[in-house]
Nanobody, 123 residues
Framework: QVQLVESGGGLVQAGGSLRLSCTASAPTFNPISMAWFRQAPGKERELVANIRWRHLGKVYADSVQGRFTISRDNAKNTVYLQMNSLKPEDTAVYYC????????????????WGQGTQVTVSS
C-alpha cells in the first residue's frame, strides 16, 4: 500500500512563495503521473499541476501557469510544487495524488492521495 505524505503548507502573504513536498512511502514506486490538486471551501477539487513520472511532461492549470512549478526527485520518491507570486485565491487545501495508469482525465483516475496540506495566502 502506497502512502503519500505532504508537507510545506502554511500561511504566507500575497506575493510570497511556498514549496510543497509529497513523498511516497513505498520502497519501489513507479507511478505514471503525479499531480497536485487543490480544494477551496465551497469549491470543487481542481487540478493544479501534473507531471509524467518518466518523461517529465508537465501540465498546469491556467490560473497557476507561470507562477507554479511541479518537479520530482525519482530517487526520493518525491514530487514538489514550487508556488511563487501567491495570491489570496490560491488559498486551499492542497493534495498530491499518484496515478498508476495513463488515464488521468479525472481526479477519480488517481489511485493514491495524500492527506492534504493547508495553504493560506493573506492579502
Amino acid at each position: 500500500q502506497v502512502q503519500l505524505v505532504e508537507s510545506g503548507g502554511g500561511l504566507v502573504q500575497a506575493g510570497g512563495s511556498l514549496r510543497l513536498s509529497c513523498t511516497a512511502s513505498a520502497p519501489t514506486f513507479n507511478p505514471i503521473s503525479m499531480a497536485w490538486f487543490r480544494q477551496a471551501p465551497g469549491k470543487e477539487r481542481e487540478l493544479v499541476a501534473n507531471i509524467r513520472w518518466r518523461h517529465l511532461g508537465k501540465v498546469y492549470a491556467d490560473s497557476v501557469q507561470g507562477r507554479f512549478t511541479i518537479s520530482r526527485d525519482n530517487a526520493k520518491n518525491t514530487v514538489y510544487l514550487q508556488m511563487n507570486s501567491l495570491k489570496p485565491e490560491d488559498t486551499a487545501v492542497y493534495y498530491c495524488a499518484a496515478a498508476m495508469s495513463a488515464d488521468i482525465s479525472e481526479s477519480t483516475k488517481f489511485d493514491y492521495w495524500g492527506q492534504g496540506t493547508q495553504v493560506t495566502v493573506s492579502s
